[in-house]
């Protein structure tokens, strides 16, 4: 089965206002995380990756806090913009033997209100 | 430059019939993964190929096979269609095999098996 997965399956937020996107996983190895966008039509883009000696990494405007001890992740928006409508999904990035297969949660999709 | 390309773009197939969906990486990269997606779910990983080999195979049956050419470009082909591979298709190209590098996903091919 899927070693991730995400809390809410959709997450409406008003223009401007910062988003929080939630994933939890399972497999307590895991140690590569990443999260993707995905618009209508297109395939999943690459937002910001955390390893899991990290605890937190930020882009623009982007912030990945990851937290081993509940084996949960998070992915903040600041200043939420209507380009970023879209599907987000956490993957992990996990090995087995000599490949390095991406595990996806379900997605969350998230709608900017003007 | 060229992202990663897919083809078709989409197509329409009815059950028992096979089908080829092509891939062509980013110049330069060498490992091509492919994975389907099912409306409303998570990309799911179906196979990894690096230098024309199979470095992973997803928990799909032996209707679905893929192979890489010597420029790197990749086939998928799955046999006796069923309506639930009716899925996007999405290839992922990246420059090795590991963690360090990151995957690179085509718009995918739509396939509907009727």
């Known amino acids: 089965g899927e070693s991730v997965g995400l809390h809410l399956p959709t997450l409406s937020v008003q223009e401007g206002d910062n988003s929080i996107i939630n994933c939890a996983y399972s497999?307590?190895?895991?140690?590569?995380f990443i999260w993707y966008k995905q618009e209508s039509g297109k395939g999943p883009q690459f937002i910001i990756d955390?390893?899991?000696?990290?605890d937190k990494r930020q882009g623009q405007r982007v912030t990945v806090l990851l937290n081993k001890t509940v084996k949960h992740l998070s992915l903040q928006i600041a200043a939420t913009q209507p380009g970023d409508s879209a599907v987000y999904f956490c993957a992990e990035n996990g090995k087995s033997s000599n490949d390095y297969k991406l595990s996806f949660g379900a997605g969350t999709t998230v709608t900017v209100r003007a | 430059d060229a992202g990663v390309t897919q083809s078709p773009t989409h197509l329409i197939k009815t059950r028992g019939q096979h089908v080829t969906l092509r891939c062509s990486p980013i110049s330069g990269h060498k490992s091509v993964s492919w994975y389907q997606q099912v409306l409303g779910q998570g990309p799911q990983f179906i196979f990894q190929?690096?230098?024309?080999?199979?470095?992973g195979r997803g928990n799909f049956p032996d209707r679905f096979s893929a192979r890489q050419f010597p420029n790197y470009s990749s086939e998928l082909n799955v046999n006796a269609l069923l309506l639930g591979d009716s899925a996007l298709y999405l290839c992922a190209s990246s420059l090795g095999v590991g963690s360090s590098y990151e995957q690179y996903f085509g718009p995918g091919t739509r396939l509907t098996v009727t």
């Open positions: 955390i390893r899991s000696n990290m």
């Open positions: 497999n307590s190895a895991s140690d590569y």
């Open positions: 190929y690096y230098e024309k080999e199979e470095r």
